[in-house]
Structure formats: C-alpha cells, structure tokens
C-alpha cells in the first residue's frame, strides 16, 4: 500500500463550489504540506503543519484552508473554486529533526479542474 | 526573495552522460535536494547534499557548491526510463522542512 494517499485523484469542478482535497499518510511523519504544480511554475508550496496542532501559511495560501485532523490526516479546501486554481495537487509529508529519513515523500496528486 | 535557475529542457542520448545545472539565490541554505518526477506522477527523492562535493548514488551523483550558489546532478549511462523531469529544491529553515523549488528541467532521452 501507498505510504501516502491522495482522494479524488481527479476533479472536475465548477466555479463557486467548495471543494476538499484529503491527503492520508502511514508514513508516521509529524510534518505535512499542501503544494500545487503548475506547467511552467514548479511546485508552490500551499500551507504546512508540523503537528497537529500547528498550521502555517506558505507561498500561496490566499483561496485555501487546511485542516489537520489527525497526525495521519491533513485536508486542503477551496472555499470557493475558481478556474486559476485548476492545477495538479500534491500532499507530502516529512519526518521530525534529527532522524535520518532526509527529504519530503509526495503522494500521488490530484488534477482538478476548476470550470 | 527566493530564486531557483535551472534549464527548461534537455536531450540526450541513452548511454550518454548528462549534467543539469541548478544555481540558487535564497534567504537561507539548509541543503539542496534533487527530486525525479515523471509525466503525471509525484515527485521521488533522488539526492540531498548540505556540503561541498559531491555525493555518488549509483548512476546519479550529486554535487554542490555553497559558495557558488550551485549544484547540478550528473546522469550516467542513460536510459530511456530516465527521460523525466528533475526538480532542483532549496531546504530553508531548520532541518529543512520548508523546500523552495525550481521549475524544473525536462530531460528526453532519445535511442
């Protein structure tokens, strides 16, 4: 199994709609990311969390919440969809300081369409 | 503010060796990390380096200078499942949970 999940993998939505991107991990990692992708841009890091009770902006936040609901669980909404947010959306997660388990894991994004 | 060059595209041909260059200007360094990302998929981890040097893997190698603000990832003895795109990221922060990236560069390798 997949140490880290990603549903829908593929979303079609219309403007205005609210709409919610869950990211799952079996990693045991405390840290997790919300990044987007777009062709020509690379990876914009959306918001973070290092536990469950810390949440932090990055990059790009404005037009998206997170919510951390578990150490496992980190969830990305788009309050109100608009079509400059059509992109493809990676979860990932990170281990704590100090062990050896350097770098972020990437699961497998979600494409969404925004119409 | 954060800068990351790397080229947008590269060829190659299998069984060749090939370097992709990478040069950063950032607030802060706590390593540099390069990540394969295939068409469509997530991005795989392929080195980390936070000295001056370079680091062996297998057919990949990675290597870095602080001073110059620059790494590249060599490629060796390429094959067409190399073709991808490879993600040059800069660690910010302590322990370098905070990645900034650069756009990327797509490499086709040819037969």
């Known amino acids: 199994d997949a140490d880290v999940t990603q549903t829908p993998r593929n979303r079609i939505t219309k403007t205005g709609k609210r709409i919610m991107l869950e990211c799952s991990q079996t990693k045991g990692h405390d840290r997790m990311y919300w990044y987007r992708q777009d062709p020509g841009l690379g990876l914009r890091l959306i918001y973070y969390s290092f536990d469950v009770k810390d949440i932090n902006k990055g990059e790009i936040s404005d037009g998206y919440s997170v919510s951390r609901q578990a150490q496992a669980k980190f969830s990305l909404s788009l309050e109100s969809a608009i079509p400059n947010q059509t992109a493809l959306y990676f979860c990932a997660t990170s281990d704590a300081p100090g062990t050896p388990e350097i770098g972020q894991y990437f699961g497998p994004g979600t494409r969404l369409t925004v119409t | 503010g954060q800068n990351i060059d790397q080229p947008t595209e590269m060829t190659a041909t299998e069984g060749a060796i090939v370097q992709i260059n990478c040069t950063y200007q950032t607030s802060g360094f706590n390593g540099l990390f390069w990540y394969q990302q295939h068409a469509g998929e997530a991005p795989t981890f392929l080195s980390y380096?936070?000295?001056?040097g370079l680091e062996e893997k297998g057919r990949f190698s990675s290597f870095l200078s602080r001073s110059k603000g620059y790494s590249y990832l060599l490629l060796k003895e390429l094959q067409m499942k190399d073709s991808a795109s490879y993600l040059c990221?800069?660690?910010?922060?302590?322990?370098?949970?905070?990645?900034?990236f650069g756009t990327g560069t797509r490499l086709q390798v040819f037969p």
């Open positions: 380096n936070v000295l001056d």
């Open positions: 990221a800069v660690g910010l922060g302590y322990n370098t949970d905070k990645l900034i």
